[in-house]
Every structure is written in structure tokens, then in C-alpha cells.
């Protein structure tokens, strides 16, 4: 692989990462956020779902825009927003102003989101794709790893503020990576016959695609899963199990890790066996796990090591399905690969929004809520990944057109 294919994974992995530091830095914060503003804890997640749900709704516009303006100018765009969202955020006074301002800061974030999957499909098809997707996830699970740790720094230094101080900083750093490093893969020639009344359409085409759908919700439910962890997880392990803000960042990280190791094989086995069998044999394994954990909840074994442990082997599993369902689901639509990406994050993110709703309506400061929601996900991942992977499109991809 080239010089260029791996900064071409740096950079976007980086832009697609400035969304998900927001969240993830932020995560420690929400017990505190509560304190701080006198809020339930129901109302301090109504501001995670609110940046979750304008993350799905912004890329319906953003993606389409990107095929007919080219990849960069919405991408500007986006930075810009989150930026000022972000600097909303850290001087909101109360919760409901928190919450508005989460939902601005999310549109703007979601341009990072959809942009960098059509950008991967612009540049390559097949193993090659799925290859730099898993590099772009390596970079772009920085995050996970990092900002948690991060954000818990921050706040016992200088409070939960800092966090939306930190991530604006993030944002200006995306803007001068977007202006000196990205170079832009829609040309204007390309750009010919894109417009709104042709998204429309290119939408209509895609909804009635199965086999399109299908790919989209196995990566969605699977994400889902990992949602209802985000939304969840910080109560859960600070206030149940009585970790500190660091000790959970750790422990949040360990997933995360697993997630990032195992996806960067997601090239050598696409190459060797297909991206197909990959994710028949993946989400067999990330349902299997993740019903276990729900089983040992259950029985009353609420063990934070076996929680963390089954977590570990389940979202590593997870880590093949994410990038090789989205490089699936792209193959077939390079001529609207911005709008076949923003629906797919539409549909990913939406989803996730109303996981966590459903998860949240059960929360009651115990783990089981959450490990329910963790496996109803996986397990209908599975069944979405059986009715879809079973017919003549299913055939493995592997060589690039």
C-alpha cells in the first residue's frame, strides 16, 4: 500500500472522528451534567439522543449535497456548524439549552460522518475498500479509546465545560486538515447529473433495494448495540458499580480496543475468503456472545469483569461486521455513493436513537436494561444477516472493478 492510501486513511479517519469525540469525551460528564444543572439523568441523555438523532437526520442533506457540490465544500460547511454548536454547548446555562445546542452541534458533526464513506468508494471498490474502511476505523476508534480518558481529565481539572472547549479546537484542526490535505474526489464532471430531484430519486432506488437495505441494518443494529453501551455504560458502571470517572474511561477503552484490533483484519480476510462470508461468520459470533451476556445477567451474575469480558469477545466480532457490511452496501452504487452513504447513516444512527430511547424508558441504574438492549440488537443483526446474505447477490467481493 501506498504512502497516499495510508494518509488518505489518516485524514478521513480523523474528520469521521470529530463527531464521535464529542460523544465520547462526553461521556463521563453526564452524571456531572446532572449535578451541575439540576437534571434527571432522563433529561441529561435526551441531550446524547439529541446530537444521536441530528446525526442521522443531517446526513440525509449532506450526503446528496456531496454529489453535487463535490466532497470538500460540505465538509467546510460542517466543521464550521459543529464549531459553533460546540462553543454553544460549553456556555449553555440550563439542560433544555444543552439540549438544543447538542442537536445544532450534531448537524454539523454528521458531515464528518457520511463525506469520508463516499470519499472510500470514490477511491476504491472491493477488498481495497474495505481495507482502507478498517484503516479510516482504526483511526476513527482513536476516539473510543482516547476521549473517554480524555474527557475525564478534563472534567476533574477544569469541569465538564471544557469538553465542547476541547472538541471546537477539534473542529479547527479538521478545517486545516480539510484545506491542506484533502484532495477532492468528485470532480466537476461527475457532478453532471446529481441534483436534489435526482437524490430523490436515487433514494426511492435505494429504499427499494433489499439486498441495499438488508447491509444497512445488520451495520445498523450492530451499531445500535454499541449505542445503547454509550448511552448507558457511565451510570451503569459509575453509579451501580461504583467505578471513578478514569476507572470508567479504562474500562470503556477495553471495548473499544477490541472493536479497532479485530476490524484491521477486515482486509486480509476480505482478500483471502470475501466479504460476505466474513460477515456471515462475524455476526453468528457477535450474537452468540452477546446472548450470553444477557443469559448470565439473568441468571444474577452481574460480575463487572464477566460483563466487561463477554463485552470484549462480542465487540470484537462486531469489529468485522461494521466496516464490511458498509463497504457491501456501497459496492454497487459509486455513481451515488454520497446519497447510498447518507441514507445508510440515516437509517444507522436513527435506529440507534431509538435504541437508546427504548433502553432508556427501562433504565433503572442496573446493568440488565442495557445488556437486554446490547443483545436485542445482536440478535436481530443476526436475523437481518440471514434473510439478506442468502441469495445471488450475496456472492463474496473481493477483486476491485
Known sequence: MT?????AALVLGLLSAIGPFAIDMYLPALPSIGQSLG?????VQASLMAFFISLGIGQIV???????VGRKAPLYFGLLLFAVGSIGCALAPDIHTLVVLRFIQGLGACAGMVVPRAIVRDLHTGHDAARLMSLLM?????????APLAGSLLIESFGWRSVFWAVTVAAAAGLLLVGFTLPE????????DSSFGSAIKAYGVLLRDRHFMGLVFIGAFGISSFFAYLANSSFVLIDHYGLTPRQYSIAFAVNAASFIGVS??????????????????????YAAVMALL??????GIERLDVMIALLLVGYGFLGLVVPTTAVLALEEHGAIAGTASALMGTLQFVTGAVVMATVGVFADGTALPMVAGIAGCALLAYAMARGTLGGARATPVATPR
Open 264 to 285: 484491521q483484519f477486515t482486509g486480509k480476510l476480505a482478500a483471502r475468503f470475501g466479504l460476505v462470508p466474513i460477515v456471515k461468520v462475524a455476526v453468528t459470533g
Open 138 to 146: 482504526l483511526v476513527f476508534s482513536v476516539s473510543p479509546i482516547l
Open 39 to 43: 437534571a434527571s439523568m432522563g433529561a
Open 185 to 192: 474526489t468528485r470532480p466537476p464532471e461527475q457532478r453532471v
Open 3 to 7: 504512502k497516499s492510501f495510508y494518509r
Open 294 to 299: 444477557l443469559v448470565v445477567n439473568l441468571a
Open 62 to 68: 449532506y450526503g446528496p449535497v456531496s454529489d453535487m
